[in-house]
């Protein structure tokens, strides 16, 4: 390949990664701004009685997680365009820390969700348990000097993060167009919401490296 056909590939890969990480961040900006912010009105008219006993784990779940979502896109950006200097290692630190509080609260909202909706707590004990393993591979990968692993991990790590949003776009819209009722659509996101997202994400992560070769 010719320096200029390199150059030209390397443009294109650098415009699609500006493509997808601002369509994430727009996406990340729609649910902080429908979704998160609402919950800084402190109060049980705001919480209500479904959250209101709980907010002792809502509430870490939601800072820890929106800590992850924005710090995440940041990292993904240095990350990819191998700026991996003591920001990117700062950042980083800030974003495992972000999903342990995030997790920690996740983990207390699933176990304390009333009995009628065991399965969609199963599903959201799902998720932190793979945002954990995700995160943790991640970390484990960079302590060994993997960067590849770690990268491909970190991949991973954020597409689970990112079911924060993935949750509440589709079940909006299962319920909008009557495909699935309310509860049903919520059900059905806790699970799919990260599961579907990583079924996706690891061919195209294998596909990376293939081309790389």
């Keep these: 390949m010719s320096a200029n056909a390199a150059e030209a590939t390397r443009g294109q ?3 699609l990664t500006i493509a997808v990480l601002a ?6 900006l729609w649910f902080i701004v429908k979704f998160a912010l609402p919950y800084a009105d402190y109060s049980v008219a705001t919480y209500q ?10 509430i870490p779940h939601i800072i820890g997680g929106l800590v992850a979502l924005t710090t995440g896109l940041v990292q993904l950006w240095l990350g990819l365009t191998n700026r991996v200097g003591t920001l990117h290692r700062t950042l980083g630190r800030v974003y495992g820390s972000a999903i342990l509080v995030g997790s920690a609260g996740g983990y207390y909202l699933a176990l304390t969700i009333p009995a009628k909706d065991f399965i969609y707590g199963a599903g959201l004990f799902t998720l932190c348990t793979a945002w954990i393993v995700t995160t943790s591979m991640a970390v484990l990968s960079i302590r060994r000097r993997n ?3 770690h990268r491909e991990w970190m991949l991973r790590s954020y597409t689970v993060t ?5 949750f509440r776009l589709f ?3 299962l319920a909008k167009w009557q495909i699935a009722s309310h509860d049903d659509a919520g059900t ?7 599961s579907v997202p990583l079924l ?3 061919p195209l992560i294998q596909l990376r490296k293939i081309g790389a070769r």
């Design 171 to 173: 079940a909006e819209l």
């Design 147 to 149: 960067v590849i692993q």
């Design 13 to 15: 890969s650098r415009m």
């Design 188 to 194: 059905l996101m806790a699970w799919a919401c990260w």
């Design 162 to 166: 990112f079911a924060f949003v993935t």
């Design 200 to 202: 996706l994400a690891e």
């Design 23 to 28: 369509a994430l961040a727009l996406g990340a």
């Design 49 to 58: 009685d479904y959250f209101w006993p709980r907010r002792w784990g809502l």
